[in-house]
């Protein structure tokens, strides 16, 4: 069974900084996505980007961005210029290609933003 | 853009009651997950439909029980509550085929057992 780790139960970033959370994971197969997703204080789950692992670049969306290692199983999420708004609970996510498409989630980390 | 509806949002029940949750997919989606996520844990697998047969099963108790409807709304049935039942329960609906089959979340129904 796929399981996903986040070390970093709380960080803490000053706005306009940048913060970087990790994420490890653990499979055996070789095609799969990975994906993180932020829960603000209102918990509704909001997906910030993905990464289909037969891809060698690193997925970008705007501030966010991710180091995707392969090899290392590992998928670090990089929020520049941090905004108040990116306060919330960031959860790794893995998800298989083909079969089961449940979402396996990491423990989260509570990011606090400070202005 | 329409978006993954459940409902109720907030519901409160006794010890041994029952509860029915239901999720509303955005439209098009034949795909529908639950997941549970208890106080301070991350959203936790139960159960998937696709095209309203069951398609995944994760820890779902022998107590609940789901269905998705020709509608492919879904339904999940809780009986003989449990204090540990109380969590957030979402609803995600995806379509099947595209490239990333991404799930959307619901807002999710907030479940209290008293």
């Known amino acids: 069974a796929q399981t996903v780790t986040q070390s970093q139960p709380e960080m803490s970033v000053q706005e306009a900084e940048t913060v970087t959370l990790s994420c490890t994971y653990d499979?055996?197969?070789?095609?799969?996505?990975l994906f993180w997703y932020k829960q603000p204080p209102s918990r509704q789950m909001i997906l910030v980007i993905r990464?289909?692992?037969?891809?060698?670049q690193n997925a970008t969306e705007n501030r966010f961005s991710v180091n995707f290692q392969k090899a290392a199983k590992s998928f670090s999420l990089k929020i520049s210029d941090s905004q108040l708004g990116d306060a919330a609970m960031y959860f790794c996510?893995?998800?298989?290609?083909?079969?089961?498409?449940?979402?396996?989630f990491g423990k989260g980390t509570k990011l606090t933003v400070n202005p | 853009a329409a978006g993954v509806i459940q409902s109720p949002r907030h519901l409160i029940k006794e010890k041994r009651e029952t509860a029915t949750l239901k999720c509303y997919p955005i439209?098009?989606?034949?795909?529908v997950y639950w997941y549970q996520q208890g106080p301070g844990q991350d959203p936790q697998f139960l159960i998937s439909?696709?095209?309203?047969?069951?398609?995944d099963k994760g820890s779902i108790p022998d107590r609940f029980s789901a269905q998705q409807f020709s509608d492919y709304h879904s339904e999940l049935n809780m009986s003989s509550l449990e204090l540990g039942d109380s969590a957030l329960y979402f609803c995600?609906?995806?379509?099947?085929?595209?490239?990333?089959?991404?799930?959307?979340f619901g807002p999710g129904t907030r479940l209290t057992v008293l």
């Open positions: 439909f696709y095209e309203k047969m069951q398609s």
């Open positions: 996510a893995y998800r298989s290609q083909g079969g089961s498409e449940k979402l396996v």
């Open positions: 990464q289909e692992a037969y891809k060698q």
């Open positions: 439209p098009r989606h034949d795909t």
């Open positions: 499979t055996s197969e070789s095609d799969y996505y």
């Open positions: 995600a609906s995806s379509l099947g085929g595209t490239r990333y089959n991404e799930q959307f």
